[in-house]
């Protein structure tokens, strides 16, 4: 999804053509990935409000524990129910946002699937109520499960999904696997055989067969613990298959046309290396990368000016130095320096005050030209490995993202590409 530059010979990726992206009807899923801390939430909402703005039937899955999302959209709270976004929408667009409540997601999934006798015992079992709670993975693979229901709804058509603030940008994918693996692995089946046999055979079957092993059980887990996660397997046993075929097609549906991945990142070595990870990866899962967002992007309006040629003034300013002093500059910094008295024009107090304030602008500007290199040069590697994604830069703001105005000040910058003032 990138425009048709030519960049043969250049160092400039492949611009990413946001609004391409969001206006392509065939476009049903946009998942935002990447390491956390580099805006993911805020450029999933900035994309919804700009979807909805250019006539898509638009939700936003957001998994973001400070639930910033709720307070940009003006919502009061966010929870498992998609909420219509009021203000938002044109050409018979629209938005609505939800906060993915992990545990809810669990119980809809037993509800769903297990009669209510049944769904109730799993619901009150102490095992169970741990696991949806808390187990390593279930966030992610409730987030796929939730992204798997709205799909099937086909409510929307443009869902935006905005990635659990993992450790590594990789769990959203790896964890349905890893969750699926323990649910259908030896240790369950181990503890479902005794109530696959039933009866009196599957007590003389667990006295005889499984005495040892359940004594060893009870010593690690505890007596009551290791009987809450036997409970919990037996009536659990005709779910688990499920859980496995529904993280299958989830992922299927992630591979498909009409899903597309952008990998979000700030220009720092940290997050576009895990960028760089998260690329490869979707390139071996056979996923369609869209792109690159990098966020928080510095530029300079006077980029003319080199940080070398600003510290130079600078010093000179500070240390008394030759700088130039033609008659109409000198005017104009004698004018700027005040009423008569200590003050006056043309004083030598006010010139060295004047020095010293220009001398300082010149240090921010240098101090900003560095850091502009830096970036450059953080964003060159990650080019150079991949030249193929596309990206758009999105210029740092001076605070964070708090309305729906700044959400949409967010979707033009992602439009457009290319940081303000670069």
């Not at 200590?342 to 220009?358: L, N, Q």
């Amino acid at each position: 999804m990138s425009e048709g530059v030519d960049t043969v010979g250049l160092d400039i990726p492949p611009r990413l053509a946001v609004d391409r992206l969001l206006d392509d009807p065939e476009t049903r899923i946009v998942v935002c990935c990447g390491a956390g801390g580099v805006g993911k939430t805020t450029t999933a909402a900035a994309l919804g409000v700009r979807a909805a703005g250019r006539g898509r039937k638009a939700v936003v899955l957001t998994i973001d524990p400070a639930r910033r999302l709720a307070q940009s959209m003006g919502i009061d709270s966010l929870d498992n129910t998609p909420r219509r976004v009021a203000d938002v929408g044109a050409d018979g667009g629209e938005l609505h946002a939800m906060m993915l409540d992990m545990k809810r997601t669990f119980d809809e999934i037993v509800e769903a699937h297990a009669d209510g006798e049944r769904a109730r015992a799993i619901l009150a079992n102490p095992f169970y109520q741990s696991l949806s709670a808390g187990f390593a993975g279930t966030q992610e693979y409730m987030a796929m499960e939730k992204l798997g229901q709205l799909r099937a709804r086909d409510d929307w058509d443009l869902i935006i999904v905005d990635t659990p603030p993992s450790r590594s940008a990789l769990d959203f994918l790896d964890a349905p696997k890893r969750l699926g693996s323990f649910l259908d692995g030896k240790f369950i089946r181990v503890l479902m055989a005794p109530a696959k046999v039933g009866g009196r055979a599957g007590m003389k079957f667990l006295n005889v067969g499984m005495s040892m092993m359940t004594g060893t059980l009870s010593k690690l887990m505890g007596a009551s613990l290791l009987k809450d996660v036997q409970t919990f397997v037996a009536a659990m046993d005709t779910m688990f298959g499920g859980f496995r075929t529904r993280a299958d097609a989830t992922f299927r549906l992630l591979q498909a046309p009409g899903t597309a991945f952008l990998v979000v990142a700030a220009p720092e070595p940290d997050a576009l290396r895990e960028a760089a990870y998260f690329v490869e990866r979707l390139a071996a899962e056979s996923m369609p990368l869209a792109g690159l967002v990098l966020n928080r992007v510095h530029g300079s309006d006077a980029d003319q000016l080199s940080a070398e040629r600003a510290l130079a003034a600078a010093e000179n300013l500070e240390e008394g130095g030759i700088v130039d002093q033609e008659s109409g500059k000198a005017g104009l910094r004698d004018t700027a320096a005040g009423p008569t008295g200590a003050g006056s024009p043309g004083t030598e107090g006010d010139t060295a005050v004047v020095d010293r304030i220009t001398a300082g602008l010149l240090r921010l500007h240098a101090e900003r030209m560095q850091v502009i290199a830096r970036e450059q040069r953080t964003r060159d590697r990650f080019t150079s490995l991949h030249p193929e994604v596309a990206v758009a830069e999105v210029a740092a703001l001076p605070g964070d993202v708090h309305d729906l105005a700044g959400l949409r000040a967010i979707g033009e910058r992602l439009a457009a590409g290319v940081p303000a003032g670069a």
